[in-house]
């Protein structure tokens, strides 16, 4: 009986043991879930963040929850104008981190998924799952984007990539699934510009430097306005010119340019041109006469049948034209007389002339 006793007794302890590690256990997982609870509170309020809802799908492991209406802050994915806050929880992987902020382990194990540009619903960086590894939102053939809706119902869509596990979809249709928020982009309240441009074709424009707060949407990045009296009129620069000499007098106008050629001033013309009167100049012409006489030096007068002789002629009274020509008279075409050629070569008859 003792020792049936001991015995029931040692199973007691044994099962307090039990029991009180178990509670242990317990309380340690709970106490590091209210931590980050506290955590992702705490930054949820700070950035103004919004709960995200709806699951994603992997063929790998299976749903991956992004939030309920009913979960607390360690359960739930929040979207700020900037990052993503707050933890996925996967059936089959447990829980995905979506920032190193959320328990403060940046320093170590640095981590975030963020809006780049901020406001712009594209997402890029890497969620980090302790089971599972790295999955990165941006990856190469895919990339998560949050659309805008005007139902105020923001719906995330694409594939963020798992090292370990592969693809994630945030939408689909068989059956039908996603994850949307309630985050929209912030209204801008306040911008800086730019200085007004030149007036231009009756318009001047300025394009917005800066927004608040960041990542607003709203607000045309380039204001246009409609421009006269001092904006209707460019800056004039008063210039000096070097100008050609006036031209000839041409149908009663003469012309000089400018030199260089002006191309951002305006107080001169390219061209410029006055009245003038053309000067006529008489010239007059005289031609005198003088007497030309032409000698012909012979020393024979006497030739044989078929002999030759050369004429030669001077010429005086002129030097333009000193030339003769050479003929025959009375003109027969039979030779009768003889022959002379255009240098006053003469050649006698093959008979004799009386």
């Known amino acids: 009986?003792?020792?049936?006793?001991?015995?029931y007794l040692t199973g007691v302890v044994l099962f307090l043991i039990i029991l009180g590690i178990a509670l242990v256990?317990?309380?340690?997982?709970?106490?590091?879930?209210?931590?980050?609870?506290a955590s992702v509170a705490s930054l949820v309020t700070n950035n103004s963040a919004q709960p995200a809802s709806g699951y994603a799908w992997s063929n790998t492991v299976g749903w991956i929850n992004f939030g309920t209406e009913?979960?607390?802050?360690?359960?739930?994915?929040?979207?700020?104008?900037?990052k993503l806050y707050g933890y996925a929880w996967g059936e089959n992987i447990g829980?995905?981190?979506?920032?190193?902020?959320?328990?403060?382990?940046?320093?170590?194990f640095s981590h975030g998924v963020s809006q780049e540009p901020e406001g712009s619903g594209a997402?890029?960086?890497?969620?980090?799952?302790?089971?599972?590894?790295?999955?990165?939102?941006?990856?190469?053939?895919g990339g998560v984007n949050?659309?805008?809706?005007?139902?105020?119902?923001?719906?995330?869509?694409?594939?963020?990539?798992g090292e370990n596990i592969g693809w994630i979809s945030f939408s689909g249709d068989s059956p039908e699934y996603g994850v949307t928020t309630t985050w929209v982009p912030p209204v801008c309240t306040s911008f800086t510009y730019s200085d007004w441009s030149s007036c231009s074709n009756g318009n001047k424009n300025r394009t917005i430097v800066t927004s608040s707060p960041v990542g607003c949407t709203n607000g045309d990045p380039i204001l246009t306005d409609s421009c006269g009296g001092s904006h209707s009129s460019p800056t004039i620069t008063t210039c000096s010119y070097e100008y050609s000499s006036w031209s000839e007098c041409v149908g009663g106008e003469e012309t000089r340019t400018v030199s260089p050629d002006p191309t951002d001033c305006s107080n001169t013309s390219d061209i410029l041109s006055r009245a003038c009167v053309a000067t006529t100049t008489a010239t007059t012409t005289a031609t005198t006469t003088l007497p030309i006489s032409i000698s012909i030096i012979s020393s024979t007068s006497t030739l044989f049948t078929g002999e030759t002789f050369q004429?030669?002629?001077t010429v005086t009274g002129t030097t333009t034209n000193t030339g003769v020509d050479w003929l025959i008279l009375p003109i027969d075409t039979t030779n009768f007389y003889g022959t002379i050629t255009e240098n006053g070569l003469y050649t006698a008859p093959n008979q004799a002339v009386n």
């Open 123 to 141: 997402l890029t960086g890497y969620a980090w799952g302790e089971n599972i590894g790295w999955i990165d939102f941006a990856p190469t053939g």
């Open 146 to 161: 949050i659309t805008t809706n005007t139902s105020g119902i923001n719906t995330f869509s694409g594939y963020a990539w």
């Open 25 to 37: 256990v317990d309380n340690t997982s709970y106490i590091n879930i209210g931590n980050q609870s």
């Open 70 to 82: 009913s979960s607390d802050e360690e359960g739930r994915v929040y979207v700020s104008n900037n």
């Open 311 to 313: 004429f030669t002629a």
């Open 1 to 7: 009986m003792k020792n049936l006793l001991n015995k």
């Open 95 to 108: 829980w995905i981190s979506m920032n190193c902020e959320n328990d403060d382990s940046c320093g170590s």
